[in-house]
C-alpha cells in the first residue's frame, strides 16, 4: 500500500482527563483507504530532544470530510509536545503504515485497555460496516484512564471492566462476565499482559485472536529493524509486517 507524508490541519482538540487528548486531523485532498489497526508515524516539531516520529494508531477516519483522529496519551517528551498543539496547528504524517486487522469473524469479541483503545473505533465501525456488531470490552485501572467509551455505544455491545471499580464491572478485563461469552474471533489491543491473557484464552478455546502490538519503533517502515518481535515464523519487523498478528503466529512472544 502507498505511504504518504502529508502535512494534516488540527481542526479539532478533546482533552479527555489528565492522561488523554485526541486530535482531529484535517487532509488537504481526499484520504487514501485506510485499514481498521494501520497508524501514523507522527513528526514532533519543537521539541529538540525528540527526533524520531512517534507511532500512533489510527482511532478514527471520517472520509466525507477527510479527517483522521487520533487518540493520544501523554507518557512522555513527545505526546507532551503533542498535547501543546492547537486547533490550527499543522501535524505532518506518514501514513498508513502497517497491517491491519482482518475484520474475519461473525461473533466478535473486542478488547481493548488504555491508549489500546485507540484503533478499536475505527475497527467497530469497519465491522459494522460489514454487518458485524461487536462485543467491545474496554478496561482501565480506573474509570479516567478509560478515555473513551461513548462513542462505541451505537457499534455493538460495550462493557467496561476497572480495577478499582470506579465503572462498570470491578477487576480485569478478562474477568468480565461479557469476556467468556461465545465468540469466534477476538480483536486485542492494550498493556501486553492484557494482550497476553485474552490470546491464551482465545488459543484455549479455538477462538481466532489478532492481536496489535505496541513495541518501541524508530522509522515505522521496516528500515532499523528496532521494532522485531520474535514470532513463530523467526524475527518479524511490527511496524510493516504487524503490527497485528494472529496469536497463532506469536506462540513464543506468549510464552515470554
Ligand atoms: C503501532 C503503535 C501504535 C500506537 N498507538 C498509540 C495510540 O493510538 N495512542 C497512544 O497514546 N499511544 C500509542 N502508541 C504508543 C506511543 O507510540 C508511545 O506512547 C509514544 O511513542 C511515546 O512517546 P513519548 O516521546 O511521549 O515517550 P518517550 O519519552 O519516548 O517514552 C516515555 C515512556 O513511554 C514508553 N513508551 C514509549 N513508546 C512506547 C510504546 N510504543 N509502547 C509502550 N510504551 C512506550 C517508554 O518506554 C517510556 O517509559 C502506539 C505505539 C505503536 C508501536
Ligand atoms: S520501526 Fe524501524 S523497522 Fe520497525
Redesign the pocket.
Known amino acids: 500500500m502507498k505511504k504518504y507524508i502529508t502535512d494534516f490541519t488540527i481542526i479539532g482538540k478533546r482533552i479527555l482527563g489528565e492522561q488523554y487528548f485526541t486530535l482531529t486531523l484535517q487532509h488537504p485532498a481526499t484520504l487514501p483507504p485506510i485499514a481498521a489497526g494501520q497508524?501514523v508515524e507522527v513528526e514532533?516539531r519543537g521539541c529538540k530532544e525528540?527526533l524520531l516520529r512517534?507511532?500512533?494508531?489510527i482511532?478514527d477516519v471520517d472520509t466525507e470530510n477527510n479527517t483522521l483522529t487520533?487518540?493520544?496519551?501523554?507518557?512522555?517528551?513527545?505526546?507532551?509536545q503533542l498535547a501543546t498543539l492547537q486547533e490550527g496547528d499543522t501535524l505532518n504524517l506518514v501514513y498508513p503504515l502497517?497491517r491491519g486487522f482482518s475484520l474475519d469473524g461473525e461473533k466478535v469479541l473486542l478488547v481493548g485497555g488504555g491508549?489500546g483503545i485507540?484503533?478499536l473505533l475505527h475497527l467497530s465501525k469497519c465491522l459494522n460496516a460489514k454487518g458485524i456488531r461487536p462485543t467491545i470490552l474496554l478496561g482501565g485501572r480506573t474509570a479516567d484512564l478509560i478515555p473513551v467509551r461513548d462513542e462505541f455505544k451505537s457499534l455493538g455491545t460495550v462493557g467496561i471492566a476497572t480495577e478499582d471499580g470506579s465503572l462498570g464491572e470491578k477487576g480485569l478485563v478478562t474477568q468480565h462476565t461479557l469476556f467468556s461469552g461465545d465468540y469466534d474471533h477476538i480483536y486485542t489491543c492494550g498493556p501486553t499482559p492484557m494482550m497476553k491473557a485474552v490470546a491464551r484464552h482465545a488459543l484455549a478455546n479455538g477462538i481466532v485472536c489478532e492481536v496489535?502490538?505496541?513495541?518501541?519503533?524508530a522509522c515505522g517502515i521496516g528500515a532499523c529493524l528496532c521494532?522485531v518481535v520474535d514470532s513463530d515464523a523467526g524475527h518479524k519487523c511490527?511496524?510493516k509486517e504487524g503490527?497485528v498478528f494472529k496469536a497463532t503466529e506469536l506462540t513464543k512472544w506468549l510464552n515470554n
Open positions: 497508524f514532533v525528540v512517534r507511532p500512533i494508531s482511532h487520533l487518540l493520544i496519551q501523554i507518557v512522555g517528551k513527545g505526546t507532551r502497517g491508549a485507540a484503533p496489535s502490538l505496541e513495541n518501541l519503533m521494532c511490527v511496524c503490527p
